[in-house]
Structures are given as C-alpha cells and as structure tokens.
C-alpha cells in the first residue's frame, strides 16, 4: 500500500515509529515533490543537485522508507531547492 493511501498513525504504528515523525516527514517529502515540479526539475537533475542517485529520489518520493529517511536529507534536498528552513521548539498546553 502507498503511503499516500494509509493514515500517518498506521504507518507509524505499522513501522514502530513516533506517528509525529511520519507525519512531518511526509509534509516534507510533499512539499520536495511540489518545489522539484514548480523549478522544472526531474528527479535526475535534482539528484544530480543532492549528490544522490534518482532511484533515492524515486524511492523518497514515493514514501519508501519514510522511517529510514533523515530530516537532515529532506531538509538539504529542500536546501537545493531553494528552501530555507528552521526548527522551532514550542511546549504543548495541557
């Protein structure tokens, strides 16, 4: 099943992984999709770009391995697409 198909919760449950993670991971992988169509790039000039092969950006793309994959590859793959980025921390009201 893609994991476009499946819930955040149920890929995080499915893989043993925090569901937040998954769910942030996914919003990036989207947006990396979004900037490399909107900059006219296929997946072998943005990968030419990252230093990777374009079955890694096939396989990113597609979710693959969304556990697997580091916020530090999604955030320097947005990098070279022009994106800049910060974390930021804030502590939940209960």
Do not use: C
Request: glycine share 6%.
């Amino acid at each position: 099943m893609s994991w476009k198909k499946i819930k955040p919760d149920e890929l995080a449950e499915s893989l043993g992984v925090n569901s937040s993670e998954v769910r942030e991971k996914q919003k990036l992988i989207k947006l990396i999709i979004e900037a490399r169509k909107k900059n006219k790039l296929s997946q072998v000039e943005l990968a030419k770009k990252v230093g990777v092969t374009q079955s890694r950006i096939a396989q990113i793309e597609s979710g693959i391995g969304t556990s697997r994959v580091s916020f530090d590859v999604l955030l320097n793959i947005l990098t070279e697409l022009g994106y800049d980025y910060r974390i930021v921390s804030k502590r939940s009201v209960a």
